[in-house]
């Protein structure tokens, strides 16, 4: 059972790429029964497009969960607190992991009972099988991105209109939602409402250490101590500041919240 996000995710990000969409049939056979070659030919492009797949997987599993946001969050609190390589990064990352798998849990469940499983067990079809997996997390970021980039998005891509003017094709224009539009567009309008959310929460972040630094910084000049390095005395206080604040679990507490968990 601990595998299941795992193996949930993985044929989601399969399924995210069109040239994944067609059925993957990699039982190469005999030799012997592939006398025209094509069919070979075929299977070896299949097989090449699957390592293609994973090899992107990562950038598309950030793309679909909220790791985007928890990562950059918790990037910009180790620079506001003054550290440069502790936390580590294998640290940073596993939090933000294990923080991502427990705010999609609902969604990673919802696509395990409703596309994966069906799917396994024969069902449904290849077709209704992912359709049913990619609908939650379609859910997840429909009620997360922002109106605005995800009309960007669309009018980045609309097509230009007739020189005429011809009312019928002006008239065809519908509005824009996260519900109906196609994942090529609500993919990245997603990624780029985590990055400014994201930004938002770190700009919150520096403020009281920011404070910190210019009063370690004010007291050092009036002592005519100019000299002095202030980051190198404000250091310390902030990490005690952070540590009574009880900040990781401030931290990570808020980020949970800010998805409604």
Same mark, same amino acid.
């Given at each position: 059972?601990?595998?299941?996000?795992?193996?949930?995710?993985?044929?989601?990000?399969?399924?995210?790429?069109?040239?994944? %969409?067609?059925?993957? @049939?990699?039982? =190469?056979?005999?030799?012997?029964?592939?006398?025209? !070659?094509?069919?070979?030919?075929?299977?070896?492009?299949?097989? +090449?497009?699957?390592?293609?797949?994973?090899?992107?997987?990562?950038?598309? /599993? +950030?793309?679909?969960?909220?790791?985007?946001? +928890?990562?950059?969050?918790?990037?910009?609190?180790?620079?506001?607190?003054?550290?440069?390589? $502790?936390?580590?990064?294998?640290? /940073? *990352? $596993?939090?933000?992991?294990?923080?991502?798998?427990?705010?999609?849990?609902?969604?990673? #469940?919802?696509?395990?009972? #409703?596309? /994966?499983?069906?799917?396994?067990?024969?069902?449904?079809?290849?077709?209704?099988?992912?359709?049913?997996?990619?609908?939650?997390?379609? &859910?997840?970021?429909?009620?997360?991105?922002?109106?605005? #980039?995800?009309?960007?998005? %669309?009018?980045?891509?609309?097509?230009?209109?007739?020189?005429?003017? @011809?009312?019928?094709?002006?008239? #065809?224009?519908?509005?824009?939602?996260?519900?109906?539009? @196609? =994942?090529?567009?609500?993919?990245? %309008?997603?990624?780029?409402?985590?990055?400014?959310?994201?930004?938002? +929460?770190?700009?919150?972040?520096?403020?009281?250490? /920011?404070?910190?630094?210019?009063?370690?910084?004010?007291?050092?000049?009036?002592? &005519?101590?100019?000299?002095?390095?202030?980051?190198?005395?404000?250091?310390?206080?902030?990490?005690?500041?952070? *540590?009574?604040? @009880?900040?990781?679990?401030?931290?990570? !507490?808020?980020?949970?919240?800010?998805?409604?968990?």
């Amino acid at each position: 059972m601990r595998l299941r996000p795992l193996t949930l995710l993985l044929t989601l990000l399969l399924a995210a790429v069109p040239a994944a %969409a067609a059925p993957l @049939d990699l039982n =190469l056979g005999a030799l012997g029964s592939l006398a025209d !070659g094509a069919s070979l030919s075929g299977r070896i492009v299949q097989g +090449i497009v699957l390592l293609t797949v994973l090899s992107v997987a990562p950038g598309l /599993l +950030i793309m679909v969960t909220c790791f985007t946001r +928890i990562i950059v969050v918790l990037s910009l609190l180790r620079s506001a607190l003054g550290l440069q390589q $502790s936390p580590p990064n294998m640290v /940073l *990352v $596993s939090l933000a992991m294990f923080l991502t798998f427990h705010i999609m849990g609902p969604v990673i #469940d919802s696509a395990w009972q #409703d596309g /994966l499983r069906p799917l396994l067990n024969e069902q449904v079809t290849q077709e209704q099988g992912l359709e049913r997996m990619i609908e939650p997390f379609r &859910g997840f970021m429909a009620s997360h991105v922002r109106e605005r #980039d995800l009309a960007a998005f %669309a009018a980045f891509t609309a097509k230009p209109k007739p020189a005429g003017g @011809d009312a019928a094709q002006v008239k #065809d224009e519908r509005p824009v939602t996260a519900e109906s539009v @196609d =994942l090529r567009l609500l993919m990245p %309008a997603f990624l780029l409402s985590e990055l400014r959310r994201a930004f938002e +929460i770190g700009f919150l972040l520096f403020l009281p250490f /920011l404070v910190i630094d210019m009063v370690v910084a004010a007291i050092l000049m009036a002592m &005519g101590m100019m000299m002095l390095p202030p980051v190198m005395i404000a250091l310390p206080f902030k990490i005690i500041f952070f *540590v009574l604040t @009880d900040g990781w679990f401030l931290i990570a !507490g808020s980020l949970i919240r800010s998805y409604g968990v």
